[in-house]
């Protein structure tokens, strides 16, 4: 096993229209913006029979992950997700009776599947083979989610339902240009924005966050997948934080991230636990890259779904401001918005268009359904600011004040309270 060796890093290193704003409604929780861009991370590592690896310091190990130019893999990849709210699939049902039947709608749209992997634990098959060819696949017992790009074409289809979704890279746009795998400059598999899925796009953004206020280690080494690893643990010097640690192992021969783990700074089971369980390095077969719909599948063109979604007000439309709360880790976003701190414990202030708070029952905007799960989730607040509703995961909360800002980050209650008092 490696010796502890620690350094400090300077920088560098979401069927329907309905089923997909349902979804929308928790971004005020930011799970789908903030904590994509803050978590990078995968599941406990096994302690049994670690390999002995030559010693190797973290800024070194970090520099293995960057030079990484790993462009041909295949693999299986176990990703869990325990944010600590409902399961995003049957909570998208309920708010849209019908689920994938809806007008202009595709249970095949990427834009909808991808939110399924922000609860639970789901099986991934990945392969890529450059940076124009990727398929990604979410295995579901009998069923299949596949999402594949090959050059200009960009295929997502579900066996279940039959039904498929196209679009050409020009259109594609967030749909298709999320990296998954391969080096943050390059394309990758085509998911929507904000939605990594392998361990090499989640560890990256965190190495992104990295700074003066992070804490970097080599903490010993593991077997991932059958391939030796080393373990490289990041945790925050900040106090306020909801991450407690995040965990990457890192293939000792080829420098790309096998297994991520994220940990609560309150404990319990791993937030966020990606990792492969089988993985081949060797150039994919091309068929694994094209696709055709089968004869009798449903076909919906990316042109005909983004009509449709901007012409439907949906629930995710209720909350003002939501789009401004999918921030990255470096606080950029909207002109609306602003970033209060620094590193781990950062908070984005932000004020919502006209600002109003949270629509409210009385005023007949809110879904019954909406309003019961958003009073599940939301404590009442008050301070010099006035009154708000903190809305809590186990990562990632956000502070919704009646005279309409937004206090979103990977914090604690009291942090978001205290930053809107000092804001007053």
């Known amino acids: 096993m490696a010796p502890n060796d620690s350094a400090e890093t300077n920088g560098g290193t979401r069927g329907a229209a309905g089923r ?244 609560a700074s309150s404990g319990g089971k791993a937030v966020v636990d990606a990792g492969f369980t089988g993985v081949d390095f060797s150039k994919p077969d091309a068929s694994l890259f094209t696709f055709t719909p089968p004869k009798g599948t449903e076909v919906t063109e990316a042109d005909d779904v983004k009509a449709e979604h901007k012409a439907d007000k949906g629930l995710g439309d209720l909350i003002p401001g939501a789009d401004a709360a999918q921030l990255g880790a470096g606080g950029q976003g909207a002109e609306n918005t602003k970033v209060i701190g620094e590193g781990w414990s950062a908070i984005a202030e932000i004020t919502t268009p006209g600002g109003t708070g949270l629509p409210s029952k009385k005023s007949g905007d809110v879904p019954a359904e909406a309003q019961q799960f958003l009073d599940t989730l939301g404590d009442k607040v008050t301070g010099k600011f006035g009154s708000g509703t903190v809305f809590k995961t186990r990562l990632v909360n956000a502070l919704l004040t009646d005279d309409g800002k937004v206090y979103v980050g990977a914090v604690t209650k009291d942090a978001l309270v205290k930053a809107a008092n000092s804001a007053s």
């Open 20 to 263: 997909r704003k349902a979804a929308r409604y928790i971004v005020p929780v930011a799970v789908a913006g903030v904590a994509a861009a803050t978590i990078g991370l995968v599941p406990a590592l096994a302690s049994s029979g670690d390999p002995d690896l030559p010693k190797i310091s973290a800024q070194e190990l970090i520099e293995r992950i960057a030079a990484s130019d790993t462009e041909q893999l295949s693999g299986t990849v176990k990703i869990s997700t325990d944010l600590g709210i409902p399961s995003l699939g049957g909570l998208a049902e309920s708010f849209a009776p019908g689920g994938g039947s809806g007008k202009g709608g595709s249970s095949a749209d990427p834009q909808e599947r991808m939110t399924e992997l922000a609860s639970g634990t789901h099986t991934l098959r990945i392969a890529a083979d450059g940076p124009d060819k990727q398929r990604l696949s979410i295995l579901d017992n009998a069923s299949e989610y596949s999402l594949i790009h090959n050059g200009d074409q960009v295929w997502a289809y579900d066996s279940k339902s039959d039904q498929a979704y196209h679009a050409t890279e020009d259109r594609a746009g967030k749909d298709a240009g999320r990296d998954a795998g391969r080096d943050g400059k390059k394309s990758g598999h085509p998911v929507p924005e904000g939605v990594p899925t392998t361990p090499k796009a989640l560890a990256e953004q965190v190495l992104k966050a990295a700074g003066p206020t992070t804490s970097v280690t080599v903490d010993g080494t593991a077997q991932v997948a059958g391939r030796d690893a080393y373990k490289l643990v990041i945790k925050p010097k900040q106090s306020g934080s909801t991450i407690g640690s995040v965990t990457v192992a890192v293939d000792a021969e080829s420098g790309v991230p096998l297994k991520f783990t994220l940990l």
